[in-house]
């Protein structure tokens, strides 16, 4: 049997990949992607937090403003045709489009984007900052944000600009969820957030059809969507954590893309003819953060010692090959505002002579906590090799993306090797990660490399970041925001190490398929099978 019906994918998505290999082709209206999806925690756009998150929360919800497949540069609409912002009295009013309807087939009210945004603060779920940095409460809100017939009225505290709340309002919590469709699935005052996390309740061009959570993900197209529906019937993304897998269900024809091959696999690929390759500039950076609850790694000295310990160009040169480049700031390259020097290479000895001037005893050792999936163990063994030539040694720690990342936001780890993108495409969003923490208390929770690191960021740093936010001015703001960057840079317990290339591999019948710098900017409506 050559071919098979969209209709049985669901239920073959979940056979073991041997039983697979009896077809020879992905059906011509479903697109079958490869992914290692272990990372998600929650699809409720409210919670959902993590990179794979927030490539299904574009596929199945809209905001108001947003950034489209068509156009990546600039901020287009999206659930609002039009918008007016008064920057003086710190309000933005938006007038919605007409004859949205959600999956449910309930037509878009201004009272759904009001509790959508609403549900976000009560539930304060990690991605909640996004929205109350713009001094929204759980108390205010009802002051803050009204419906009224078709529009939206929006008031804002704090020294931003109107340019940088539509950004906000254009990252993932500001998503639009089905308000009467959500309160009607509430159990027992949770808001449908355990509902939401197996159903979608959205405007967008596809609607979720099963998840199941470390397997598959699967979604069929909204015929109804106002941006136009998609040219496939479905998409199905397969959790498949092995590069190898990967490689040989693409190869054998049981699915249409892979994503996370190695550089040995993209160039075995690429060689058969058979594929295309298809390289996307990623705002995620990587690093490895030494937590500041463990007295052994909260000496300066040490984390001067970790950035000469860090072979990168000779991980740039093989392992990550083609997928990452030396970068060594918390804002990627190719965006306004970002430092692109890189002073620092690997020398074990200086870094040993940095600890002995320090009065440091090594060895060090530390538990290293990876994702256990390319490229992360290749990363972790080729730190552990570099850092124990400088005394520092690491013992590995592997586990899912799902069991790494919620260690870290508990703060019980030791060393942890990770990455980071943006939640939207402002620099703000990086220097409140990487440079800002004026409360380190266990009880405050923030969702920041710099919190989950335990590092009471100096006030210095603090002040700096609050005021490249308030900055109206352009020029100054990015310049400000290069400064910040050359202190992090400096001393941080946080070692900026690579910026990501993200590398797909495409069956040549394939085309329309976007991959942005964000996750968040992944787009599978324009994807077209020949």
């Given at each position: ?21 009896a077809y020879a ?9 490869a992914e290692n ?135 993932r919590p500001a ?356």
């Amino acid at each position: 049997m050559k071919h098979f019906q969209a209709a049985l994918f669901a239920a073959t998505a979940l056979m073991p990949l041997t039983a697979l290999q009896a077809y020879a082709a992905t059906p011509k209206d479903t697109l079958v992607v490869a992914e290692n999806i272990d990372d998600i925690v929650s699809i409720d756009p409210a919670e959902a937090y993590e990179f794979s998150s927030g490539e299904y929360v574009t596929q199945t919800y809209d905001r108001l403003v947003q950034y489209d497949a068509t156009d990546l540069e600039k901020l287009s609409p999206g659930l609002s045709t039009s918008w007016k912002a008064d920057d003086a009295a710190k309000t933005i009013t938006f007038t919605l489009r007409d004859r949205v309807k959600f999956s449910s087939g309930n037509p878009l009210r201004a009272e759904d984007v009001v509790y959508s945004w609403k549900r976000v603060i009560k539930l304060n779920k990690a991605p909640a900052f996004l929205l109350t940095q713009l001094g929204w409460t759980a108390d205010n809100f009802d002051s803050m944000v009204k419906a009224d017939g078709k529009t939206v009225t929006v008031k804002y505290t704090g020294d931003f600009s109107s340019a940088f709340v539509l950004n906000v309002l254009a990252s993932r919590p500001a998503s639009v969820v089905d308000g009467k469709t959500v309160e009607a699935n509430d159990k027992g005052g949770d808001l449908g957030n355990a509902w939401l996390k197996a159903n979608s309740a959205g405007t967008g061009p596809f609607v979720l059809k099963a998840f199941k959570p470390g397997q598959l993900l699967n979604l069929a197209a909204n015929p109804s969507y106002f941006g136009g529906a998609p040219a496939v019937k479905s998409v199905a993304i397969r959790h498949v954590a092995e590069s190898a897998t990967q490689q040989l269900m693409l190869k054998s024809g049981d699915v249409d893309i892979a994503k996370n091959l190695t550089p040995d696999q993209i160039a075995a690929v690429q060689t058969s003819g058979s594929f295309k390759i298809e390289s996307y500039p990623q705002a995620a950076v990587h690093f490895l953060s030494l937590n500041q609850k463990d007295k052994d790694l909260t000496n300066p000295a040490v984390w001067e010692a970790a950035r000469y310990l860090v072979d990168y160009k000779g991980m740039t040169d093989t392992i990550l090959k083609g997928q990452m480049e030396t970068h060594q700031a918390f804002w990627p390259k190719g965006f306004p505002g970002a430092l692109n020097d890189t002073p620092y290479t690997y020398d074990p000895d200086k870094a040993k002579k940095i600890l002995a001037d320090a009065g440091i005893k090594t060895p060090i050792t530390a538990t290293l906590d990876v994702i256990n999936s390319s490229p992360f163990t290749d990363m972790a063994q080729a730190l552990q090799a570099s850092f124990a030539k400088g005394g520092i040694d690491f013992k590995i720690v592997p586990g899912t993306g799902s069991q790494v990342i919620t260690k870290y936001r508990a703060r019980t780890h030791e060393a942890m090797l990770l990455y980071w993108g943006p939640d939207f495409m402002d620099p703000d969003s990086n220097a409140s990660a990487f440079a800002y923490n004026a409360d380190n208390s266990d009880g405050h929770y923030q969702s920041t490399t710099t919190w989950r690191n335990a590092w009471a960021v100096p006030d210095e740093l603090n002040k700096a970041t609050l005021a490249a936010r308030a900055e109206a001015d352009p020029k100054k703001r990015d310049a400000m925001y290069v400064e910040l960057q050359k202190k992090v840079q400096a001393s941080s317990p946080i070692i900026l190490m690579f910026q990501a290339a993200k590398q797909v591999a495409i069956a040549k019948n394939v085309s329309g398929y976007v991959n942005g710098a964000l996750p968040d900017y992944v787009f599978y409506r324009l994807v077209k099978k020949d």
